[in-house]
């Protein structure tokens, strides 16, 4: 099985909605039945990020997991109460309080390295500890949180989950369970969440070892970045110029500009002896191991 992650659209929230079936025990009655609207209004204003993993070879989707940055007040205040964090932040965005950070927020908290990052969803669909593809599906989610979220200056990771298998899996990467309730379905509840200092008091792993990163350099743009991400998932520009709304010419003139903002910093990176394709080559193998280049600053 050969397994793809790319940023959700809209109509992937429905048809998403039965992978997402088992997560529906974690959220009130009211905050479920709205999800749809909310994913879908939460993704249009840039305030969440959903990812779908779909098999190649048949185009169906095996999985989806979702992130988000807190406010500290609505984390604060979510974790006052006897609730659960995910469905509170949700049923928050659906009486009108902002709980997730739009990116500009984003951007001032990474400068700060003061991060609240809120995981959800993201349970493999059929899960199956003795069936090699929940374990290889399980394997791409990982692969998927470190392409979106390495390269930010977290100071805390949160995950909360009611399923058997999520809970040991969030045990097993180190998570120090914070809460733990029992559901009005009965199942058991944990609150998991990981800190920088604990992170750094550990052995390094994941996530742990994502949790600091250094400063970007080159000073992309929203736009530039967009493009770099779409690059690195191995969209032609003709893909990219679609997906940006842009033309072909725009899309050129937006790596000119990022090969001189490159040029200007590292001029190494871009050597003159190398083609065109070269040197793009060049600068995303180097953007791979830095991600932080991605990220709002």
């Given amino acids: 099985m050969q397994i793809r992650h790319r940023r959700a659209l809209a109509q992937d929230i429905a048809r998403g909605r039965e992978i997402l079936e088992p997560e529906q025990i974690l959220f009130s009655p009211r905050t479920w039945q709205l999800m749809p609207q909310l994913l879908e209004d939460l993704l249009a204003r840039d305030r969440i990020l959903l990812c779908p993993l779909d098999d190649v070879e048949t185009g169906r989707m095996v999985g989806m997991g979702g992130s988000g940055f807190l406010h500290p007040d609505s984390l604060e205040a979510a974790l006052a ?123 390094p792993s994941w996530p742990g070892s994502a949790m600091i990163s250094p400063r970007p350099r080159f000073g992309f743009t929203a736009v530039e970045q967009q493009l770099l991400e779409l690059a690195l998932l191995d969209h032609s520009d003709r893909d990219a110029a679609a997906a940006l709304h842009l033309s072909t010419e725009a899309i050129k003139k937006r790596w000119r500009s990022i090969y001189q903002k490159v040029s200007q910093v590292e001029a190494a990176l871009l050597p003159p002896e190398l083609n065109g394709s070269g040197q793009r080559r060049a600068l995303l193998q180097s953007l791979r191991n830095n991600l932080q280049e991605l990220r709002p600053y």
């Avoid at 500890?129 to 990771?157: C, D, K, M, Q």
């Fill in 81 to 203: 109460s006897p609730g659960g964090l995910t469905d509170a932040a949700f049923t928050a965005e659906s009486e009108g309080r902002p709980a997730f950070l739009n990116r500009k927020e984003v951007a001032e908290a990474n400068r700060a390295a003061d991060l609240r990052l809120m995981n959800f969803f993201g349970t493999p669909q059929g899960v199956d500890l003795n069936h090699p593809g929940t374990l290889e599906v399980f394997g791409s989610f990982t692969e998927t949180w470190n392409f979106y979220h390495r390269g930010f200056a977290l100071r805390e990771i949160w995950m909360e989950h009611a399923i058997p298998f999520m809970i040991e899996a969030t045990s097993r990467i180190g998570l120090r369970v914070y809460r733990e309730r029992t559901l009005p379905s009965g199942a058991p509840s944990k609150l998991s969440v990981m800190t920088r200092e604990e992170a750094l008091e550990s052995t």
